[in-house]
């Protein structure tokens, strides 16, 4: 049975990405580049019309832009969007915590703290991959929402963020990361849903450095 339109769509989209992605990590593109859209078919082995759409939707999350004549441009990430970005998460993630927070027991709890101290170690070694212990931290508490579309929508935006291509922000945003977490996994301990609410929002995610995303 062929997959439905919007999950044929949604698995394109995943797939271009990718490719996209990999080709920004690699060298092969860089933000502000351009790629023809024939040049994609013939990588990916797809056609031009689940193709469009799926670079429409990539348009719509920020990722590229589509012109007339010229192909695919892949975009840039400016201080000032990461700062919009930072605001909406702040009160997508503070949003999220107050609905699960009945659901956050002694595991979810540790399994933050350990996390987190990989996260450390990630500093000065390459055992852990900082930025995937990053996401997979607060995952913890993302994973047991039942809003399937809001998940998606935070995912979304941390790959603009931390992924499209991968960014280097720095050891004083990395230890910030590291510390603001052990004070948030504090208000969970303690019981304190607002306390963990606000500091997502008014802390954890205010844009404090810009400096560290140049």
Same mark, same amino acid.
Request: charged share 25%; hydrophobic share 35%.
């Given at each position: 049975?062929?997959?439905?339109?919007?999950?044929?769509?949604k698995?394109?989209r995943?797939q271009?990405y990718?490719?996209?992605?990999?080709?920004?990590?690699l060298?092969?593109?860089?933000?502000g580049? $351009?790629?023809?859209? #024939?040049?994609?078919?013939? =990588?990916?082995g797809?056609?031009?019309?689940?193709?469009? !759409?799926? &670079? +429409?939707?990539?348009q719509?999350?920020?990722?590229v832009?589509?012109?007339?004549?010229?192909?695919?441009?892949?975009?840039?990430l400016?201080?000032?969007?990461?700062?919009?970005?930072?605001?909406?998460?702040?009160?997508?993630?503070?949003?999220?915590?107050? $609905?699960?927070?009945? #659901?956050?027991?002694?595991e =979810?709890?540790?399994?933050?703290?350990s996390?987190?101290? !990989?996260? &450390? +170690?990630?500093?000065?070694s390459?055992?852990?991959?900082?930025?995937?212990?990053?996401?997979?931290?607060?995952?913890?508490?993302?994973?047991l929402?039942e809003?399937?579309?809001?998940?998606?929508?935070?995912?979304?935006?941390?790959?603009r963020?931390?992924?499209?291509?991968?960014?280097?922000?720095?050891?004083?945003?990395?230890?910030?990361n590291?510390?603001?977490?052990?004070?948030?996994?504090?208000?969970?301990?303690?019981n304190q849903?607002?306390?963990?609410a606000?500091?997502l929002r008014?802390v954890?995610?205010?844009?404090?450095?810009?400096?560290?995303?140049?």
């Amino acid at each position: 049975m062929p997959l439905p339109i919007m999950s044929e769509s949604k698995l394109l989209r995943t797939q271009v990405y990718e490719y996209l992605r990999d080709q920004l990590q690699l060298g092969g593109l860089r933000p502000g580049d $351009s790629i023809n859209v #024939k040049r994609l078919i013939e =990588e990916l082995g797809v056609s031009r019309t689940p193709l469009r !759409e799926a &670079l +429409l939707l990539l348009q719509a999350n920020g990722f590229v832009t589509i012109l007339p004549q010229r192909g695919i441009i892949i975009n840039d990430l400016t201080s000032q969007e990461v700062q919009y970005i930072y605001e909406i998460l702040g009160g997508l993630e503070s949003g999220l915590i107050i $609905s699960v927070f009945e #659901k956050i027991g002694k595991e =979810e709890i540790e399994r933050m703290k350990s996390i987190n101290e !990989e996260m &450390l +170690l990630a500093l000065s070694s390459d055992k852990f991959d900082y930025y995937e212990r990053n996401l997979s931290f607060h995952n913890v508490f993302i994973g047991l929402s039942e809003n399937q579309q809001l998940v998606n929508l935070i995912e979304t935006l941390k790959q603009r963020l931390y992924d499209f291509p991968r960014k280097e922000y720095g050891d004083q945003w990395k230890k910030i990361n590291y510390e603001e977490h052990l004070k948030f996994v504090g208000f969970l301990e303690n019981n304190q849903a607002k306390g963990a609410a606000e500091y997502l929002r008014d802390v954890h995610w205010h844009f404090k450095y810009p400096e560290c995303f140049k």
